[in-house]
């Protein structure tokens, strides 16, 4: 079955730093990829996106490339400020729509001032 | 205006009870799910609905009973509860052949 693993949290970075956090899955066929954030005490919103193999997601200053090859869609950011602190989740979706979300364990980011 | 809402934000009842949560979206989306997250932050997809039918149903205990009146509104009915349905429970939905989910802010469950 289709799954996904994130590296294993909590991440602790100091403001400007810089973030990656690993993922890797595994699916049948050519999965679409997700990262969605969760600020403490909300819920999920979704941080950036890739459809296909080499697409780049990138949104607030986060990126992610679709990679077919290692079967990875790592979360990068140059430059972390404290109000990115959250829990990060990659997920993925069989492409044929209408299927639930498979997430990873999610990683939580504190960055400290 | 709150694209996918539920209802209530903190829910907190004693064990054997039953409770509702209701979620609505108003996207226009055809498709609405309902995830568990569990004290580990572990997110589970419970049940999938498709235009008010159901089409995925994960395991999930006969006590937990989906409800969808029509395509805007998708509620969880749990019965008996259990101090182990303590949890996050999320809403979510999307539109017929797009994979992208909007979610809800989640309801809390806590059962004492």
């Known amino acids: 079955g289709n799954s996904v693993t994130q590296m294993e949290g909590p991440v602790t970075l100091s403001e400007e730093a810089f973030l990656t956090i690993n993922c890797t899955y595994t699916?049948?066929?050519?999965?679409?990829l997700f990262w969605y954030v969760q600020y403490p005490g909300e819920g999920l919103q979704l941080l950036l996106k890739?459809?296909?193999?080499?697409d780049k997601g990138s949104n607030k200053g986060f990126e992610a490339t679709y990679r077919k090859e290692t079967t990875s869609f790592h979360l990068e950011k140059g430059s972390v400020q404290v109000s990115d602190s959250a829990v990060y989740f990659c997920?993925?979706?069989?492409?044929?729509?209408?299927?639930?979300?498979?997430f990873g364990k999610g990683t939580r980011l504190s960055v400290i001032a | 205006d709150t694209a996918v809402s539920q209802t209530p934000k903190y829910l907190v009842t004693q064990m054997g009870n039953d409770k509702s949560i209701k979620c609505e979206q108003n996207?226009?989306?055809?498709?609405m799910y309902w995830y568990k997250q569990d004290s580990k932050k572990f997110l589970k997809i419970m049940f999938s609905?498709?235009?008010?039918?159901?089409?995925i149903n994960e395991t999930v205990p006969n006590r937990f009973s989906p409800k969808s009146p029509d395509k805007a509104h998708l509620n969880l009915h749990i019965n008996s509860l259990e101090l182990g349905d303590s949890a996050v429970y999320f809403c979510?939905?999307?539109?017929?052949?797009?994979?992208?989910?909007?979610f809800g802010a989640g309801t809390r469950l806590s059962v004492l």
């Open positions: 979510a939905s999307s539109q017929g052949g797009q994979t992208i989910q909007y």
């Open positions: 699916a049948t066929g050519y999965p679409s």
């Open positions: 890739a459809t296909k193999a080499d």
């Open positions: 997920a993925l979706s069989a492409n044929s729509g209408n299927t639930p979300l498979v």
């Open positions: 996207l226009g989306h055809d498709t």
């Open positions: 609905y498709n235009n008010k039918e159901l089409i």
